[in-house]
């Protein structure tokens, strides 16, 4: 697997579902690659509603990106610990995705409209 990390506009316009919510959509998105992972769509957090996320305690380390943190995403009847994530203070080169959240596919529905 490559090491090599892209990041550029996502297009067209994004939303994430969750608990029968749209919890966000843009057409600011931006569209991370890296290596042959699967791209990960970061959104801009004032397309977010953050009124339905709470920080969470876990964090993780990326050599690449730095530390994320955590949101649990607080859902109609239901919570989702760990949804989202973002690099408050990526590592140089990532400093795109900073202001960015990021939603675990596996969680939520992330999907172009």
């Known amino acids: 697997m490559t090491e090599h990390t ?3 506009k996502a297009e067209g316009a994004w939303v994430v579902r ?3 919510a749209v919890i966000a959509e843009s057409r600011n998105a931006l569209e991370l690659t890296e290596g042959d992972a699967a791209p990960v ?8 509603g953050m009124a339905f996320l709470d ?3 876990s964090r993780t380390t990326c050599p ?5 943190s955590y949101f649990t995403l607080r859902a ?3 919570d989702i610990p ?15 995705i900073a202001g960015h959240l ?4 596996d969680k939520v529905t992330v999907e172009q409209l």
């Open 76 to 78: 109609k009847s239901y």
């Open 64 to 68: 690449r990106k730095g530390e994320a």
């Open 41 to 48: 769509i970061y959104f801009p957090r004032g397309d977010v």
């Open 102 to 105: 990021a939603f675990d596919a």
């Open 6 to 8: 892209t990041i550029h």
């Open 18 to 20: 969750a608990g029968g």
């Open 55 to 57: 920080p969470s305690d």
């Open 82 to 96: 760990d949804a989202a994530w973002c690099y408050e203070t990526p590592k140089a080169g990532m400093e795109k």
